[in-house]
């Protein structure tokens, strides 16, 4: 079985601040990670996933996140927020089956203060 | 593409009542999914499909169901509204393939409320 947890339930920043955003898993096998964000009133949608490679994986609007295997992490940073990023985060584990459901944290909501 | 449509964006029901609530796709997804989304406790998830015919329970199934005839179409009907199903209802949709990794893309949601 697998679980993720999202250690902050929000995080206010101030405009063009950078931000990390935390995120553990556990899984007894190895996964897929994914990072979702939700806007306001959306759907959620891909930010950013890492299968494998370089363990640092970016999105094209500046947020970057790194896999580490030892610690079981997958944090998202971003080292210069903007008023546009304030939305819902959601990181995401899936196994390697295709079978596999996507397991989804309970999210951190990013507020942006001017 | 239209992509994961949902309709409706907003409903109020009595308690007692039951709708249902449509999803429709467009991207020849095999895999479709529904969640609910309550305020700090993230996505769960009610029920899944992996092809037409074929559904599954997921973690919160009770008091919903779902039927799968087409591939485009996976409504999920609540036949006895209850307070407790006051929420934001997501369908995704994803492709198969030989592994997980493929990303999920969801409907914009509708937002229910049982009074």
């Known amino acids: 079985a697998q679980s993720v947890t999202q250690l902050d339930s929000q995080v206010p920043v101030f405009e063009e601040a950078p931000v990390e955003l935390r995120c553990n898993y556990s899984s007894s096998v190895s996964v897929y990670l994914f990072w979702y964000v939700q806007y306001p009133n959306q759907g959620l949608q891909l930010l950013l996933k890492?299968?494998?490679?370089?363990?640092l994986v970016e999105s094209i609007n500046g947020f970057e996140a790194e896999f580490n295997k030892s610690q079981t992490s997958f944090h998202l940073r971003k080292p210069s927020v903007h008023i546009s990023d304030t939305a819902e985060y959601f990181c995401a584990v899936s196994g390697y089956s295709s079978a596999s459901k996507i397991i989804f944290g309970s999210g951190t909501r990013l507020s942006i203060r001017p | 593409n239209a992509g994961v449509t949902q309709t409706p964006k907003f409903r109020i029901l009595k308690i007692g009542q039951s709708m249902t609530l449509q999803c429709t796709q467009d991207?020849?997804?095999?895999?479709m999914y529904w969640y609910r989304q309550d305020p700090g406790m993230g996505l769960k998830l009610i029920y899944y499909?992996?092809?037409?015919?074929?559904?599954d329970k997921g973690e919160v199934p009770n008091g919903y169901n779902v039927s799968r005839s087409t591939t485009e179409d996976f409504p999920l009907r609540l036949e006895l509204a209850a307070p407790s199903q006051t929420s934001v209802y997501f369908c995704a949709s994803r492709p198969s393939s030989s592994g997980g990794f493929d990303e999920q893309f969801f409907g914009p949601g509708t937002r229910l409320t049982v009074l």
């Open positions: 890492y299968l494998s490679g370089s363990t």
């Open positions: 991207m020849n997804h095999n895999y």
């Open positions: 499909s992996v092809g037409a015919g074929i559904t």
